[in-house]
């Protein structure tokens, strides 16, 4: 299985956004942003929550949250405050939210068949 990546636009309530590649990971719950990336459009930390990366390590980060676009969609999403390191990651939560899933065989975001009742 290979890696997918999407580009998206991230805007801070100041007004500053910025362009970036993110890696659709549907694994992740939140979407990271790279600390480089969410200080340029002054995201403030609201909350710390603590994570589990995929070799069992626990770790902290802090949360806030942004407006992001991609794929034709927007909307506002909680994101995690990334430290140097971090990769920029697309989690389900925000997928949800803009009523998105990943085609794992076309490696590409399809709208999501949103169910009521």
């Given at each position: 299985?290979?890696?997918?990546?999407?580009?998206?636009?991230?805007?801070?309530?100041?007004?500053?956004?910025?362009?970036?590649?993110?890696?659709?990971?549907?694994?992740?719950?939140?979407?990271?942003?790279?600390?480089?990336?969410?200080?340029?459009?002054?995201?403030?930390?609201?909350?710390?929550?603590?994570?589990?990366?995929?070799?069992?390590?626990?770790?902290?980060?802090?949360?806030?949250?942004?407006?992001?676009?991609?794929?034709?969609?927007?909307?506002?999403?909680?994101?995690?405050?990334?430290?140097?390191?971090?990769?920029?990651?697309?989690?389900?939560?925000?997928l949800e939210v803009l009523g998105l899933v990943?085609?794992?065989?076309?490696?590409?975001?399809?709208?999501?068949?949103?169910r009521l009742g």
């Amino acid at each position: 299985m290979g890696l997918t990546y999407v580009e998206a636009k991230v805007r801070g309530p100041a007004g500053p956004s910025r362009r970036l590649k993110l890696m659709v990971d549907s694994g992740a719950v939140y979407s990271l942003l790279p600390a480089k990336v969410w200080k340029a459009i002054q995201l403030k930390p609201k909350r710390t929550a603590e994570f589990t990366l995929a070799d069992g390590t626990t770790i902290e980060r802090q949360i806030s949250e942004c407006h992001i676009a991609l794929a034709g969609e927007e909307g506002h999403t909680p994101v995690i405050l990334g430290e140097p390191g971090d990769e920029a990651l697309l989690g389900v939560v925000t997928l949800e939210v803009l009523g998105l899933v990943l085609d794992p065989f076309k490696r590409t975001l399809q709208p999501m068949i949103l169910r009521l009742g």
